[in-house]
């Protein structure tokens, strides 16, 4: 069973997972580091727990201590009782779910230990907005997507925000990074799966030309919002695909693209 232990100094060192929260480039560098990432919210904390991720700490409002009450019947690790107002002067902004909880990071597994059970992933370079990849975390979880993989230069999954705004769906499927790029992408390719290149270019074959949901092993490439994917994925890609626009829309926010993309990919797959 979880200490409860209230605390009213916002300088109390046990505190300190959960300092600066809104400091981007503070928690980038030092979260990975430190081995830790946060959880905010009931439900996301609930499934961070459920995935099998060690929870360090939980911050909690009074009035969230009651709702929170299994959890912190379960787990041995602290949980700090604060107001409000001692809260938002830790973190740097108002909690407004009230619950936060400082996580145990695991290893990342190795790239070929996922493409070897997978028939459909998503490879996402250079997506380096938060909001952006909790859009697609939750998109890959909700449409079937086997796993992520990343560039070096990708975003955090784990940073709060990707998290919050996947509703916790970053916990769901699995991911890791490529040590080196674009020549990771041999190792995909080996793997035996064909790479789509997902661009705006009019050069791509419609999505749904490409059918996809009929090709037995598909890695879906998705780049940066607005520079979209680089001139060496580009090439380094089997075929290159778009969605078809009207109204002259030329393109959709990452976010927004991957979700077709992923159902154009999931729609009909074979059967394991």
Known sequence: MAE???VDDPDDPRLRDYTGLTDVELRRRREPAEGLFIAEGEKVIRRAKDAGYEMRSMLLSAKWVDVMRDVIDEIPAPVYAVTPELAERVT???????????????PL??????????RRIAVMESVNDH????????????????????????????YRRSVKVSMGAVFSVPYTRLDHWPKGLEAV?????????????????????AAP????????????EGDGLSRQALVAADEWVRIPM????????????AAVAFYAVATGRPES
Do not use: W
Request: proline share 5%; net charge negative.
């Open 213 to 224: 949901h009929r090709i037995d092993r598909v890695a879906l490439m998705l780049g940066a």
């Open 4 to 6: 409860l232990i209230t």
């Open 246 to 257: 009207a109204h002259g829309v030329d393109s959709l926010n990452v976010g927004a693209a």
């Open 131 to 158: 909001t952006n990849t909790g859009a697609i975390f939750r998109s890959a979880a909700a449409l079937g997507m086997d796993a992520v993989l990343l560039s070096p230069d990708c975003a955090d999954p784990l």
């Open 109 to 118: 597994p190795a790239a070929e230990e996922l493409l070897r059970s997978a």
């Open 92 to 106: 740097g902004y108002h909690v407004h779910r009230g619950a936060l909880a400082s996580m145990q990071r695991k």
């Open 189 to 209: 390719r080996e793997a035996g799966f064909r790479l789509l290149a997902l661009t705006p270019d009019e050069k791509a074959s419609p999505i749904d030309e």
